[in-house]
């Protein structure tokens, strides 16, 4: 997600969402990852009088700013809580799902609000919630957590090299006093790591796999795939944009495993079995183009994969 702040109207590919994603002017879409509104809006101004538009977003601000939304358009609602709630959103909306959109990751305005400690580059309370009523804070985590317990969570969730030495220096800096600050533990990564590569801080998969785990998200993205394999009406669409690899590989299997072509090494479904997700045109993945890269470069990384339920 990017919207708001210095991206306020640079959602990431919006044309191809709009492109994708409505199938129907006055269906049905749940824009499963709020953030600030910048998708959501631009969908509203496409669809027709009829149709109806539910965001979802669990972090209170965005509940905030989606509550107003749906003041100023009847046509939006805004749901507070985890995206994987399709189970309870769509029964009490009364209509056949039309569309699922998901923008995955942090979006613009938690990494520029230094309070809510995703951001290595300004120092603040090391949090990480996306949710900050709910559950553990990364620093109390790594308060308690046994070292080879984050170890395996820095290289499982973050693709980290040196996630042992990492969760090493933790518990030996722990023993001395807990990590409260981003910016300590950025200052400690860096020492483990070195400079990193040209343009990418030595904290960044670190960080990534903190937030990843603390918040659950990559449960939740197996769990609302599923959940649109059963509620989106035949034709209805799912489209995905993906920040880096553990998501998008998810996204990738789940589409090929219920369209018939497994990955390789995986077995794909019996002949007799219809599919019940196809993937449609374009088959390959979009990425964002060079001019919107050039315009918002945390779309540099994006990837956009749409699956098309097949019709009975």
Known sequence: MSETGSYAHQPVMLEEVLELLPTD???FYVDGTFGRGGHSRALLEHLGPRALLVGVDRDPEAVSAGRELAG????FRM??????????VVPESGRELNGLLLDLGVSSPQ?????????FRNDGPLDMRMDPSQGESAAEWLARAPEKEIADVLYHYGEERRSRQIARRI????????????????????????????GRHPATRSFQALRIYLNRELEALE????????WLAPGGRLV???????EDRIVKHFIREHSGRAPRGRGGLPAQNEPPVRLAPPAKPRHAGPDEVAANPRARSAVLRMAEKVAA
């Open 72 to 75: 100023e358009d009847p046509r």
């Open 79 to 88: 749901v507070a809580g985890r995206f994987d709630c399709l189970d309870r």
């Open 240 to 246: 995905v944009i993906s920040f880096h690899s553990l």
């Open 25 to 27: 002017d006055n269906g």
């Open 223 to 230: 769990h609302i795939l599923n959940q649109a394999l059963e």
């Open 111 to 119: 990494l520029e609000d230094p309070d809510r400690g995703f951001s």
């Open 171 to 198: 518990c030996e800096r722990r023993r001395e006093h807990p990590l409260a600050r981003t910016g300590e533990l950025a200052e400690l990564i860096a020492g483990v790591r070195g400079t990193g590569s040209p």
